[in-house]
């Protein structure tokens, strides 16, 4: 089948096309229903089947010949440890900490939250919890305390998991005094705190919830998989909405267990005994669905690589890693590509390796140029694919793929609808837009499987955040268009959500602790463009009537920053300005502050409230404005 004959299929008959997709997954039991909608109208997927994530992604690899491949190929550049764990091992590891955890009193539905590094016992925690049918959530190691307690009050856990620390290139980040600091700060209090000893720096004293994590794993039985039920969640994940609070995803067992079999064949083009490598962290989505379920679920090898793109110890690493392990996909975000583009413009390292067996390049995560893109492309000789897809969807919804038919590349443009996304170009009204306009990227329901079928414990929510904008739809808070070939380009988003290298933030959230200093009147943070990074924050502050020098505040302001969200939100400059854009009614206009500060052509909106105070932020924020325009 072509793409456009599956496409239009899943479209027509999407209860057809993805009962057809479940047949390649062995069930306790089949679904009596394959789309249905529930009492509070929200759409399942797989209403009355019974299934286990952790059962399909080790266990029946195991009963079906696969015991003895290589599962989980861990490499740690920055501790010089490579380790490889076999179907059998992972099997035979994931059940006894199943155990530790249910001796713990973790039982089917019960929360658990894992802060840990990129370390196998990280991959094992989430599978051991799904094989008890406890919904984990992981929380990314780059996220402050603050955070980390803000998740831990929503998800309301039994246990945290995690690792006494991680390191970022050269330096070890103590986690659990972070970890301590968290339970302090959140309201709810969990049950124990399990820690994997890394032996690495100092010791932490330890606290009466403390359990240790090897000693839990020696005294526990290895236990089976629980049947759970398709509509059953499998994990809650945390990510940055365009309120101050994150928004809890969740995701299910079987029709994510479906999605994500079905794109590693037909968007990633793999095949069970390949290899594939998503060079991103367990704390992304990104780590979820392409580090940990879809490659197992499939029978594909996964590498779980601690390090980063460059200085550990250079822009060779990726392409050693691909040549050591034989990858056959590689996944990873722009920013890794321009990081190792900027110490290796020649491609020098990658001519150095043998990267044969590299058939594809996906990027995503946030917005690909085109001259990154096409250096990728001209370096590895491959095709390089720029994929769209969010936390929410958990696998993509815009892609070229590559395993059912590779069309042209256009670059710039992340291909096409992937089957089962009913894609459109919205306007103002929810009216589709015609090829070639610009609009809101929304998909009509139902979402296909592996999707976001509510936020946790907010169904509100989810409908107030993701359908009521457009009855009938899904927005993705994306804007793009499409072209007459029916190809899509994303524009970027069109609220308060911005991608720093990668990581997703909200500036809401980071206006909420910059108008938390005592001496500030009004602030405005916005993303701008980044050569590295793709975007960073600016933040625009109004002070009250002080004598304290402005430098001393932008720094405490920047230092609350990373305390209270964490290092990755990147905020390192705050500007002084004596008032803020706004529209007569009193709106901060930070479209306009964002187009000033990428020096971008702007019109001046109509609704401003003063306009000469464009030429105030221009200086502001450019300081030799006057001399260089
Ligand atoms: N735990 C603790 N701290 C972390 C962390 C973690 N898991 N991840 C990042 N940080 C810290 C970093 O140490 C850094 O702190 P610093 O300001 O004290 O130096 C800060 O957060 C920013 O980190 P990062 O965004 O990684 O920037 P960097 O300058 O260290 O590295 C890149 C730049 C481009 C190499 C890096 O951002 C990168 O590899 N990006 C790709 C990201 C990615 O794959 N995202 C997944 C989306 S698919
Ligand atoms: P996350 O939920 O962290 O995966 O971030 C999702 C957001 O990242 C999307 O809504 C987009 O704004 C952006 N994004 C992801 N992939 C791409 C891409 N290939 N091109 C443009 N933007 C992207």
Redesign the pocket.
């Known amino acids: 089948m072509n793409y456009q004959e599956e496409y239009k299929k899943s479209i027509s008959d999407p209860e057809g096309f993805w009962g057809a997709q479940a047949q390649a997954l062995d069930w306790y039991k089949p679904a009596d229903q394959v789309l249905s909608i529930d009492e509070n109208g929200l759409y399942r997927w797989f209403k009355g089947a019974y299934t286990n994530t952790a059962y399909l992604s080790l266990d029946y690899h195991v009963e079906n010949g696969r015991a003895d491949q290589i599962a989980l190929q861990y490499d740690s550049p920055v501790t010089q440890t490579k380790r490889a764990y076999t179907f059998r091992d992972m099997r035979d590891r994931v059940a006894k900490i199943a155990g530790g955890l249910k001796k713990l009193g973790v039982l089917k539905g019960d929360t658990v939250v894992i802060y840990m ?1 990129m370390i196998p016992e990280a991959v094992m925690t989430m599978l051991a919890c799904a094989r008890l049918g406890a919904v984990h959530s992981v929380v ?3 996220f402050a305390p603050h955070e980390l307690a803000i998740r831990i009050d929503d998800a309301k856990p039994k246990l945290i998991v995690t690792a006494s620390s ?1 390191i ?2 050269d ?1 070890i ?1 103590p986690y659990k005094p972070m970890v301590d600091k968290a339970v302090d700060l959140a309201e709810h209090k969990v049950q124990n705190v399990v820690i994997f000893q890394r032996k690495l720096g100092a010791l932490v004293p330890s606290k009466d919830y403390d359990i240790d994590f090897e000693t839990m794993v020696a005294s526990a039985e290895s236990v089976g998989c629980t049947p759970l039920e398709a509509t059953d969640p499998l994990y809650i994940l945390y990510t940055s909405g365009t309120t101050g609070k994150p928004k809890g995803v969740v995701r299910d067992n079987g029709g994510h267990a479906v999605a994500l079999r079905y794109s590693m064949e037909k968007v990633y083009g793999l095949k069970p005994g390949d290899v594939f490598w998503a ?3 367990i ?2 989505v ?1 780590g979820h669905s392409y580090i940990v379920y879809a490659p197992l679920i499939s029978g594909v090898t996964t590498i779980l690589f601690e390090g ?4 550990t110890p250079d822009a060779s690493t990726f392409w050693r890693v691909i040549s050591e392990y034989k990858v056959n996909v590689m996944f ?2 722009p ?2 590509i ?2 190792i583009r900027q110490e290796d413009p020649n491609g020098v390292f990658i001519k150095a390796y043998d990267l044969s067996s590299l058939r594809l390049q996906f990027l ?3 917005r690909c140029d085109v001259a990154t893109l096409s250096w990728t492309r001209k370096q590895l000789g491959i095709p390089v694919i720029d994929h769209w897809w969010q936390t929410e969807s958990g696998w993509p919804m815009l892609a070229n793929l590559a395993g059912l038919e590779l069309l042209p590349i256009k670059e710039g443009s992340v291909a096409k609808a992937v089957p089962g996304y009913d894609l459109r170009i919205l306007d103002e009204e929810g009216d589709e837009k015609p090829a070639g306009a610009e609009g809101y990227v929304a998909v009509k329901l139902p979402l296909p499987p592996g999707c976001l079928p509510t936020l946790w414990e907010q169904d509100q929510g989810f409908k107030d955040s993701y359908l009521s904008r457009f009855p009938g739809y899904y927005f993705s808070g994306d804007g793009g268009f499409k072209d007459a070939d029916d190809y899509l380009f994303i524009t970027g988003r069109v609220d308060d959500i911005i991608n ?4 997703r933030l909200s500036t809401v959230e980071m206006e909420e602790v910059v108008a938390a200093h005592p001496l500030v009147a009004e602030c405005a943070v916005v993303g701008v463009n980044d050569e ?2 793709g975007q960073i924050p600016l933040a625009l502050v109004v002070v009250q009537q002080s004598q304290q020098n402005f430098l001393e505040i932008g720094n405490e302001i920047i230092s609350s920053i990373r305390s209270e969200i ?3 939100a ?1 905020l390192k400059t705050v500007v002084q300005v004596k008032r803020l854009p706004k529209t007569r009614s009193g709106k901060i206009l930070r479209k306009l502050i964002r187009a000033i500060a990428n020096k971008d052509e702007f019109s001046i909106p109509s609704t401003i409230d003063d306009p000469t105070i464009v030429e105030e932020i221009k200086e502001a924020i450019h300081p030799n404005y006057k001399q260089t325009n």
């Not at 980063?308 to 200085?311: A, D, G, H, V």
């Not at 720093?500 to 990581?503: E, I, N, T, Y």
């Open positions: 590094p990314f190691g780059g991680g970022e290139v330096r980040i060079a991103s962290d704390g992304w990104v980063k793109p460059i200085r990873t975000a920013t890794a321009r990081a995503a995560g946030e720093v290298a990668g990581h590295i990074k964490g290092p990755v990147a």
